[in-house]
């Protein structure tokens, strides 16, 4: 599922800001990244399976492994795992509702976050 109108896909952040703020939304860089792109990812495990929502970036100037890169951010994604085949952002699944409304309000606080200190053209 793609979340399309959030406004994140609008912003150029710098990594290590962009990594706080994501972080204190549960978006998590970890071990999601290359010298040029990076995933944040937040799991919710629910009865219905595991989720992940997911905001990918990459680098328009910099690297990210050196900690200095300005990043293009992209739509946020939101998929379910399937062991052992990975995760799936098909417009076919089923997310739960409650799950859309929590990806919405996280999306929307980290939105108006990141535009505090985003890159503009």
């Not at 710098?14 to 939304?25: G, P, Q, S």
């Not at 799936?88 to 409304?101: C, D, I, M, Q, R």
Request: charged share 25%.
């Amino acid at each position: 599922m793609r979340f399309e109108n959030t406004g994140i896909q609008d912003f150029k952040a710098d990594l290590t800001r962009l990594d706080e703020v994501m972080e204190e939304n549960g978006l998590i860089r970890s071990e999601q990244w290359d010298y040029e792109r990076a995933n944040y990812d937040r799991k919710f495990e629910l009865k219905e399976g595991v989720y992940y929502l997911r905001v990918q970036a990459y680098a328009i100037e910099g690297d990210v492994g050196a900690h200095r890169a300005i990043m293009q951010l992209l739509t946020p994604l939101l998929g379910k795992h399937y062991y052992p085949h990975g995760i799936e952002y098909g417009s076919a699944e089923n997310f739960p509702h409650t799950l859309v409304k929590q990806c919405e309000q996280i999306l929307e606080k980290v939105s108006n976050e990141i535009s505090q200190f985003a890159i503009t053209n």
